[in-house]
């Protein structure tokens, strides 16, 4: 008999839709307040926030998946995660329009990431979920913020506060 292996995601919302990242990588959850501004940083790179004592760089991640920019509203909120990305850990904040619960998903229930156009690259995309309503879109992270992409071409260890 086969044994099903289950991992357990913490689930969100940018807009209408509905992402998923891996608990192992989600270190706490915060309410949202706005960071210390960073010049000349890419847009979606909405500055520096301190969480226990480092500095975290916080991360629209409506504007890195080409959406429109976060409105802040009183669900906002920030997922502070640790992301493996080649030889080392980037610690870094990504604002949800709110974050809903941690959910398992059975491997088998993941399929592999359509080619969906170009609203988001689906290398960016570890997988989807379908769900009674619609689909739960699971973010491949060390995809979206790893040196061999644009997405944090600014933002290194240099930036982070050990």
Known sequence: ??????????????GEEIFAVPVSVV???LDHEEPF????????LLGLRDVRGHGI??????????MNRTVKTPHTRI??????VADRVLA????????????????????????????????YIAGVVRRDVGFVV????????SDSGPALAHVGPSAQVA
């Not at 699971?138 to 913020?145: E, H, N, Q, V």
């Open 1 to 14: 008999m086969a044994v099903s292996v289950e991992s357990q995601y913490v689930t969100f919302s940018l």
């Open 27 to 29: 270190r706490e959850i």
């Open 37 to 44: 501004k960073i010049p000349h940083g890419p847009d979606y």
């Open 57 to 66: 760089p916080v991360i629209d991640l409506r504007l890195r998946l080409g």
């Open 79 to 84: 997922l502070v995660l640790d992301v493996p």
């Open 92 to 123: 870094l904040g990504l604002v949800a329009d709110r974050v809903f619960e941690v959910v398992p998903f059975r491997a088998e229930q993941v399929e592999t990431a359509p080619d969906i156009g170009i609203r988001w690259r689906s290398d």
């Open 138 to 145: 699971i973010i491949d992270l060390a995809r979206l913020f």
